[in-house]
């Protein structure tokens, strides 16, 4: 399937007029950068772990958007073309993208690697043999494939710290990875939650994939979901995130019970490593790599 990029450079005061037309043209999904959203971005009490330069290069007064219309949308692009010549809008390009099978080509860059004493992450469409622990993974469904540094640490500390029978809670599954794992490690119960609704649907099918029955997703906000005290925690999300729900961890962790943080950028570690210590976890150990950070931590006895 061929697709095009179609760049719009106008003036925000136009932002609302421009949104109008292409939702009403059935374009839902867009690329925008206006002041507004530095504003924002800058008055807010969240302290972002990503960041788009680009978009804190925009200067006031400026718009700038962007959408992939196909080949089958090629009308839609002399349309919205013409609809903003008329109204003196600002400019249009128009740039081809290379065409490829989207669906397949990315394959290609996934291969199986293993990971700590005896784990091996494995596309589902690979006939690597191995002796080592197999989690068979569709990488292209949602985040976790095993090979970012956020997750391959979670991965790791799993298998070091997941025991036979453990009731295991995994917040913010994406593609469920942890919660296979955990499974296949030796857990008896296995619940992953995420506010995705496909994310839920990657889970329950790299789930699958590996026969782990066990395993239960649902949609949900942190930690809502969850009614039983679990023996381990997993959370692979912001640093921010993680320091907003340790108040409530008690709720749904044992005492005794082990935590394991990540997605966190290595300059927000001490920043969770004290609000676990608040909080009253122990924390048991921690490692770095290319500026991401793991923290391990176990909750309190008493």
């Not at 995994?170 to 296979?180: A, E, N, P, R, T």
């Not at 949900?220 to 340790?246: C, P, Q, R, Y």
């Not at 997605?263 to 001490?270: A, F, N, R, S």
Request: with cysteine; glycine share 8%; proline share 2%.
């Amino acid at each position: 399937m061929q697709y095009y990029e179609v760049s719009l450079f106008g003036q925000e005061k136009d932002y609302n007029e421009v949104l109008s037309w292409l939702l009403d043209h059935g374009v839902d999904t867009f690329r925008e950068e206006t002041p507004a959203l530095v504003d924002e971005l800058n008055s807010s009490e969240i302290q972002w772990d990503y960041v788009d330069d680009n978009l804190l290069n925009t200067k006031k007064g400026q718009l700038f958007i962007q959408f992939y219309p196909s080949e089958e949308e090629k009308g839609l692009i002399k349309e919205f073309e013409s609809y903003v010549v008329e109204n003196d809008l600002g400019e249009v390009g128009v740039r081809q993208l290379q065409e490829s099978d989207w669906a397949n080509d990315w394959k290609k860059y996934f291969q199986p690697f293993d990971l700590g004493g005896n784990l091996a992450i494995v596309p589902y469409w690979s006939s690597y043999e191995t002796n080592r622990q197999k989690i068979l993974i569709d990488p292209g469904m949602a985040f976790g494939s095993g090979s970012h540094e956020t997750t391959y640490f979670c991965l790791e500390m799993l298998e070091k710290y997941v025991r036979q029978g453990d009731l295991v809670y995994d917040v913010g599954c994406g593609s469920g990875i942890l919660s296979v794992a955990s499974s296949i490690l030796g857990a008896s119960r296995v619940q992953g939650v995420d506010i995705d609704p496909l994310a839920i649907e990657a889970s329950y099918h790299n789930s699958k994939l590996n026969s782990c029955e066990n395993c239960a997703f649902s949609k949900g906000d942190l930690l809502a979901n969850f009614k039983e005290k679990a023996d381990l925690v997993v959370s692979n999300i912001f640093a921010e995130i993680i320091i907003g729900f340790l108040g409530d961890l008690d709720q749904c962790l044992k005492k005794g019970g082990i935590f394991i943080a990540s997605g966190i950028l290595t300059e927000k570690k001490p920043a969770v490593m004290e609000a676990l210590k608040e909080q009253g976890f122990t924390l048991l150990e921690d490692q770095d790599k290319n500026d991401w950070s793991v923290i391990v931590a176990r909750a309190k006895n008493d």
